[in-house]
């Protein structure tokens, strides 16, 4: 083998929804598997579907999955900024991992212009340390009403010296005019930045495509780096985009014919709902994505997820009839696990001041647990195990809200070295309401096993998958490079990964 690729190289996108985080994540294992340390990066992202970066700040979710891919530690300069949002106008400001204000869509664009050299400052750093950076960007690449503000897209790809690809869904149909108009709509210097076009989730035989690729080359002048097939729904473990969510994961399950249900609870502020993967991943596990009262009647377990705006959150199960649903199952002897906000919202009373202002409000009082929330948030990673000991735990906790309460689920080992474990999380009495502000508890296989007792008390079946979690994750990122390297150009794609200005010799915005 030649020496390893070095460059970087802009996967951007005809829509919203085209594949870019999958195709980025494929690329970062394609070209680690060359040899060469790979970053991946994304310049502002909008979720509230984060991560905690190994420098101890918050991110993309699809960054961590991505840096796994690339089988490196996620950092905070691999998404400098992340937009959270908390209403349909407003978002909290993250830069750097750091959560420094708040925004609107109006205000957004004055911001702009002093976290352009943020984002050149960090992509650079990368670039300086990894021989590869592989970055993605944001909705779709020719949104002509925000190219003055657009920091992720083809400005940046400009500014940074650096080839883009543009990646289309060819599911969707109309997938030749969205490669011309996006690129017919781009003023020529961006346009210019595009090396290559990507057709995306393709079903059936590539001969159907017939003259039309040639055809579209003809026409743009950019050359068809490959037709990417539909790898069907088992790409979808750390997915990002609520849009996704509830799309099953695995695509051989066998499951029994009497699964464990598993009903969570789709908040309208959802936040992270990779904590439920493992569990879809399970073959013994049905879940469902589930926002009305009679949703829950069959549930075998219900699990309330984070949220960006717990009160608004509580305030929404209280009005759509989900807050007297979910106190009827736990009477009914449902499981019930809350996470984060979840967690809180089970509790007995939430003190907000900070997030909501709405003062004190009741919680539905299934679990001795008192939020109060500061205005200092909590950023970190955290390992541990249950109190019975039974199984080890690793994840992140990203919050506001602190909550006390009796009867610890979790004891996680200690912030200060040398320090006692923590005794976090809560159970009732009986074991089947619990909550922990853990992110990321069900990717721990001892905890998954724990269903079993699920199973035996409603009757069910239930038997682990005998694969470690980490292990299926692993083969995800493998089976996504082997769906770049065997259907995309790659001899063209290191061509033009290595065709980036050279780090520090960058045109600049």
């Known amino acids: 083998m030649g020496a390893s690729p070095r460059g970087a190289l802009l996967v951007v996108g ?28 994304k310049a502002q992202n909008m979720s509230n579907h984060s991560a905690v970066s190994v420098d101890g700040g918050e991110v993309g979710r699809a960054q961590a999955m991505q840096a796994a891919a690339a089988g490196v530690d ?39 212009d002093e976290l352009r050299p943020v984002v050149l400052d960090a992509l650079t750093s990368l670039r300086r340390r990894f021989d590869v950076v592989v970055a993605e960007g944001a909705g779709g690449a020719a949104e002509i009403n925000l190219l003055d503000r657009d920091l992720v897209n083809l400005p940046l790809a400009r500014a940074a010296g650096m080839p883009a690809v543009l990646v289309v869904d060819i599911e969707r149909g109309g997938a030749f005019a969205a490669a011309h108009g996006t690129i017919g709509l781009l003023p020529p210097h961006l346009a210019g930045c595009i090396g290559g076009i990507v057709l995306n989730r393709f079903r059936g035989d590539p001969a159907l495509l017939g003259d039309g690729l040639a055809d579209l080359e003809a026409r743009t002048g950019v050359p068809v780096l490959g037709v990417l097939p539909h790898l ?15 799309t099953v994961v695995d695509p051989e399950r066998t499951g029994s014919d009497d699964p464990v249900r598993v009903a969570a609870v789709h908040l309208p502020h959802l936040a992270n709902p990779s904590d439920l993967d493992p569990l879809v991943a399970e073959p013994d596990v049905v879940v469902r994505w589930v926002r009305r009262p009679g949703e829950l009647a069959d549930a075998d377990l219900v699990v309330v997820p984070g949220s960006r705006a717990t009160v608004d959150d509580l305030a929404w199960l209280r009005r759509t009839g989900m807050a007297a649903a979910l106190v009827a199952a736990a009477g ?10 979840g967690q809180q919202v089970l509790g007995t009373r939430i003190t907000d001041e900070v997030e909501s202002g709405a003062g004190t409000v009741d919680g539905l009082g299934l679990l001795e647990v008192e939020t109060v929330f500061e205005r200092d948030k909590v950023v970190r990673r955290r390992t541990g195990r249950t109190v019975d000991g039974h199984a080890q735990v690793a994840g992140y906790q990203i919050h506001l809200g602190r909550a006390w309460g009796d009867g610890p689920w979790l004891a996680l080992d200690p912030v200060d070295p040398g320090g006692p474990a923590e005794r976090e999380g809560s159970r009732s009495a009986d074991g089947r309401v619990r909550g922990t502000s853990l ?71």
């Open 332 to 341: 009914r002897g449902t499981d019930v696990v809350g996470i984060c906000a």
């Open 439 to 509: 992110h990321g508890l069900f990717d721990a296989d001892g905890v998954r096993a724990g269903l079993s007792d699920v199973a035996e008390r409603r009757g069910r079946t239930f038997a682990p998958h005998p694969v470690p979690f980490a292990d299926r994750l692993e083969a995800q990122h493998d089976r996504m490079a082997d769906w770049i390297g065997e259907h995309l150009d790659t001899a063209a794609v290191s061509d033009l990964t290595a065709g980036a200005a050279a780090p520090g010799s960058e045109p600049g915005w």
């Open 232 to 246: 069907g729904p088992g790409a979808l473990l750390g997915t990002e985009d609520s849009l996704d969510v509830g």
């Open 74 to 112: 996620v950092e905070s300069a691999m998404n400098p900024i992340l937009l959270k949002p908390s209403s349909a106008t407003g978002s909290h400001v993250v830069v750097l991992g750091t959560e420094v204000g708040t925004t609107d869509a109006a205000g957004w664009g004055a911001r702009t």
């Open 14 to 41: 005809a829509t919203s929804g085209a594949g870019k985080s999958t195709v980025t994540a494929g690329l970062c294992r394609w070209f680690a598997r060359t040899g060469a340390t790979v970053a991946p990066f």
